[in-house]
């Protein structure tokens, strides 16, 4: 009986089991899947919105259920303020905002919004001894002040292995930043003729 009464998907007989549900929207979903599950986006708000109440509104929304509730209501500036609060890595937010830019070059938030995401993860991506090497791509499509910001970032990640300073050589080499390179061929001169390494040092 009281899986065909949730099955009917009637708001009054879901709330009875209010308590057997996780979160407001595990119930909102619940409802939309038996009640109307061809739902769109604007249908589903409004299934969702008393199952939210019966959870004690909006403000009581857990931080990811709050992420959804935004989502749904396509508030997207909530969610970007939403993501970038809760999610320690901004990940989900630049990439949020870059999609969006893609998709539509006069998005409301512009370029300048898109870019300062993408620039905030790059930085981070860039001291991470693994994966530094993939921020490149992300900083060089943020226009000059990516590239700028490049730049100053080549020039202070340690470089304590061969290999790694050929790669930032070449990515030197590419993007033109002849100063950055000489600087970094004296700085690994001197440490070489420091060791009595003098073949490489002249290399």
């Excluded at 929207?25 to 109307?36: D, G, H, L, N, V």
């Excluded at 693994?130 to 002040?145: F, I, K, P, Q, R």
């Excluded at 100053?152 to 050589?169: D, E, V």
Aim: a negative charge; proline letters at 3%.
């Amino acid at each position: 009986e009281n899986v065909l009464r949730i099955i009917s998907g009637q708001l009054a007989d879901l709330q009875t089991f209010a308590h057997e549900f996780d979160s407001a929207y595990e119930m909102s979903i619940t409802r939309a899947a038996f009640a109307k599950p061809t739902a769109s986006a604007a249908e589903f708000q409004s299934l969702a919105k008393p199952c939210i109440d019966t959870f004690g509104g909006p403000v009581s929304l857990a931080p990811l259920d709050a992420i959804i509730h935004a989502t749904v209501n396509f508030d997207i500036m909530t969610v970007l303020s939403l993501t970038t609060g809760h999610l320690r890595n901004p990940w989900f937010s630049a990439h949020l905002c870059d999609i969006l830019y893609k998709l539509d070059e006069d998005f409301q938030f512009g370029v300048r919004m898109r870019d300062g995401f993408i620039l905030d993860y790059a930085a981070g991506l860039i001291t991470h001894p693994a994966v530094w090497h993939t921020s490149v791509d992300y900083l060089l499509s943020c226009g000059e002040e990516g590239r700028q910001q490049l730049e100053t970032c080549l020039s202070r990640i340690p470089h304590c292995t061969t290999s790694k300073l050929y790669k930032i050589l070449s990515i030197c080499d590419q993007h033109r930043f002849t100063a950055l390179r000489s600087d970094l061929c004296k700085e690994q001169a001197n440490k070489e003729a420091g060791s009595g390494c003098w073949g490489n040092a002249l290399l």
